[in-house]
């Protein structure tokens, strides 16, 4: 019966998935909270025409000191809600969950160790893709995380078709 189940259920998602339409590409962006700018990849997988759920993860270049190496990523779970679409432009909201992680590995002045510290936040922001008509997608998206580590994100990206 569990097998039965399986396959039906790997069908059906199958013939979803083969009507739906998948993206995928790069940002490139900056966040307030650890004032750096931040490289990432990005993916959306449109459901119909108003909703898609969308990933990425972002690794932002933190400044180092003599002392002290420090991180910072995120990674995020959207569904972008699209409020109005035309030929050219596509505006959308975005609602989701933020995991960010902060870490720090210091050596000098007879210490030598490591920390870090990982939190779970939520997204609220608005984004835009502009279609220019060529085989990728322009966006740009610019959100709020709320968690320990509040901040605005802003970042901007090409998408591309699959």
Known sequence: MKKI???????????????????VGGTVGYGTQVEALGIGVTG???INENIAVAANFAYYFTEN???AKTSFW?????????FTSTESLEVYGIGGL???RSAVTFEGFGFDGSAAVGEIG??????????IGKNFLPFAEMKY???EFD???????VKFNL
């Open 65 to 67: 000191s003599e002392f």
């Open 98 to 100: 933020n995991y960010s």
């Open 74 to 82: 995120e990674f995020n779970g959207n569904v972008n809600y699209y």
């Open 44 to 46: 959306d997988y449109i």
């Open 151 to 157: 901040q605005l994100v802003i970042q901007v990206g």
């Open 5 to 23: 189940l399986l396959i039906v259920c790997l069908a059906f998602i199958g013939s979803y998935a083969a009507e739906a339409q998948v993206r």
């Open 122 to 131: 939520l997204n609220l922001g608005i984004g835009s893709n502009f279609n």
């Open 145 to 147: 995380v709320v968690s």
